[in-house]
């Protein structure tokens, strides 16, 4: 059956999508979407320019919002050095053949797929159980704090497959803690929430060109040892932070503002 919500057959993929998200508020008899989340689409879909304005006043100076943002920065240091160097690493200072370096590295994202998947499994389940500020701030600091030793240990071990395991585990925790960071940036945003994670992922990614350059500068005065152990110290700091983070804690709407 064809009608207003259901795309016809030449709708494909990307067109298709943009056209589900355009009709998607007036699908009011799509299974699964209740009046009361119709209504708060049509209102989120829609917001003034005063509004939009308020929201980003709002998250720029919320506390929670803005820890987030610099513990996803220290995340992302460490994102961002295995992101950067992790196949010059394994070639050059590791002296593995470019062919298994290459595989090495495109199995530390196999990794880092997993378990960023499991990462959100876990915080869903801790969340429902204990609360989102246990839930997103376990999550987190069990990754960062786990990943920590291994990339000073993988950085020190001779071996260069032991180096390899163990620097792909440190990979992989880093990745478990991505959702947790989405999750809490939009529990505390509410409906300011493409503010918030607008925010928080312009942090994450400012330190990709900050790590570019610091990591080598760090190899060339000290060793690669250093540099690559560098990650451990702002994945501490990325986990200490989330002591003063409250994922259950909503931003007040700005003045004037109601849902």
Same mark, same amino acid.
């Given at each position: 059956m064809r009608g207003p919500c259901w795309p016809g057959s030449s709708e494909r993929w990307d067109g298709g !999508?943009? !056209? !589900?998200?355009r009709r998607l508020p007036r699908c009011s008899s799509r299974p699964g979407v209740s009046p009361e989340e119709l209504a708060l689409i049509r209102f989120e879909g829609n917001p003034s320019p005063k509004a939009a304005a308020s929201g980003w006043t709002a998250v720029l100076v919320n506390r929670d919002i803005l820890a987030i943002t610099f513990s996803y920065f220290c995340m992302n240091y460490v994102f961002y050095l295995f992101f950067n160097w992790f196949f010059y690493y394994l070639t050059e200072v590791r002296r593995l053949p470019a062919v298994a370096g290459g595989a =090495? %590295?495109?199995a530390q994202w196999i990794v880092g797929a997993v378990t960023a998947t499991l990462g959100g499994v876990v915080c869903?389940? *801790?969340?429902?159980? =204990?609360?989102?500020?246990?839930?997103?701030?376990? %999550?987190?600091?069990?990754g960062l704090l786990g990943s920590a030793p291994l990339l000073l240990v993988g950085a020190a071990v001779e071996s260069p497959n032991a180096a390899v395991g163990l620097l792909s585990c440190s990979f992989g925790l880093i990745q478990l803690t991505d959702g947790a960071y989405w %999750? #809490? #940036?939009m529990r505390v945003a509410g409906r300011h929430g493409s503010a918030a994670t +607008? *925010?928080? $992922? %312009? +942090? +994450? $990614?400012v330190v990709g060109g900050i790590g570019a350059l610091m990591v080598p500068l760090l190899a060339a005065a000290f060793g690669w040892e250093v #540099?690559?152990?560098? +990650?451990?110290? =702002?994945?501490?700091?990325?986990a200490i932070v989330w002591l003063w983070i409250r994922a259950d804690r909503p931003m007040p709407e700005p003045h004037g503002q109601t849902r």
């Open positions: !999508w943009r !056209w !589900w998200r =090495f %590295t495109a869903d389940r *801790l969340s429902l159980r =204990f609360g989102p500020k246990l839930g997103c701030r376990a %999550t987190v600091m069990a %999750t #809490a #940036a +607008g *925010l928080m $992922n %312009t +942090g +994450g $990614n #540099a690559v152990s560098s +990650g451990a110290a =702002f994945a501490v700091i990325g």
